[in-house]
C-alpha cells in the first residue's frame, strides 16, 4: 500500500515480507520479480545492488499498539526479539550500505502511534540513536488519515534524510507545530540525548487538504439489502454496551437524521468480577481505525440510526477498501484474509501527500550532492 501511494513516478527495486498473504497480495497487484520473501533478518545489504532515492519500512505493530502486547521492539543486538523488533534487521541492512557509500537518500519508518510511548519512550529513541550513527538527520511526523479519508488512522512516520544532504529550509520548521507534531511527539523529543538531539528536525508538509477525496455517506450502504444483522443480534450487542454508550446511542435517536457509526467489541475493566466484553460505539464524520481481526472481537462493524430504528453489521470488504482509498488495488476476497491485509496497511493519499510534500523535494534536491549513478533509480 506504500507502493500505491508513492504512484507511477516511482520504480520500485526490491520489496520483502516473509508473510505469505502479503506477497500474494503484492504479486497481485504488481510484478513481483523483485520481491524477496525471505525474514528480513536473512536480507543483507549484497542483496540490493542498487542505489535507491528511499527506503520504506512499514515493521510490525503489535508489540506497540494499546491492544498488542507492548513488548516493545527489543533490542539492536538482537536480545529480547519481538515481531515489531523487526526494524533492526532493516537498520543492519541500511547500516551495511552506508558502510559503502550507497546507502538509501531518505528513509521512511512507519508504524502506530505506541512507538513513541513504548518503553516510556526508550524504543523510539533507541531508533533515533541507530539513525544518528548511520549517519542520518531525522525527524517525525503524525499524519492521521483522517485528513485524506473518513477513517480515524494515526501514525507516526520517521523521515530520515542522509546527513549530507542540505534540507531546503521550506520543508522544515523551527520548532513542532500541529497537526503534524502532538504533544506526545513534543515529549518525546525532548527527551533526546544532546548527540541525537542534535540530528533532529522539524519536518514541515504544509497544511493537510482542505477536504477529503470523499466522505463517510458515499461508502455506507444503508439499503436494507445490505447483510444487516438479525434484530436479536443486534439487541445483543446493544445489550453489552455500558451506561456511557448507551447515552450516545439514546442521543443519537434523537438527531432527526441517519447517524453512521462504528461499533467494535472490546474487553474493559469490571471491578471485581475482572473483565467484560463491552459494545462501544461511536459517531463522526469518520469512522474508527480498521484494525485486524481477532477471535472476531475486534472485526469491524458499523451501526446506523434513524430514530427508533438501529441496524448494525459487519464492514463490507468494498467498504472497507474504500476507507482505506484503495478502490483499484486487489485484495483477497475471503473478509479475514482482506481485513488482515487492511488492518496491517498504510493508507495510500496519506503517503502520496508525504511523496508529494516531502520525498519527492527532498529527492530531486539530493541528486547533486550524493556521488551516485546518474541513471539511479528511485526505490519504495
Known sequence: MARSGLGGGWTCLFANDCDKLKHSSYIENWDGGHFDERDVAEVCANDLVEFADLAWASFP????SQAGTKAGIGGGDGA???RSGAVWPFLNIIRGLAEEQRHPTILALENVVGLLSSKGG???RAICAALSQIGYRFGAVIADAAHFVPQSRPRVFIIAVRKEVPIPASLQTDMGKGPWHSQVLLRT??????????????????EPPAKKGFELGEIIDLSDEADWNTDEATERLLGMMSAAHKERLAAAKLAGRPMVGSLYLRM??????GNVQRAEIAFGPTLGCLR?????ASR?????????RVRTRLLSIHEAARLMGLEDFIL?????ECFRLIGDGVVPAVVRFLADRLFEPLAKHAKVFINAPADRKASA
Open 61 to 64: 505493530c503489535q508489540d506497540l
Open 80 to 82: 529480547a526479539v519481538t
Open 122 to 124: 526508550a524504543d523510539f
Open 189 to 206: 523529543r525532548a527527551a533526546l540525548p544532546l548527540e541525537d538531539a542534535e540530528n533532529w528536525v522539524w519536518w514541515s508538509p504544509g
Open 268 to 273: 474493559r475493566p469490571n471491578g471485581k468480577a
Open 292 to 296: 485486524t481481526p481477532k477471535g472476531g
Open 300 to 308: 469491524p462493524r458499523i451501526i446506523v440510526v434513524e430514530g427508533d
Open 332 to 336: 483477497p476476497p475471503n473478509y479475514n
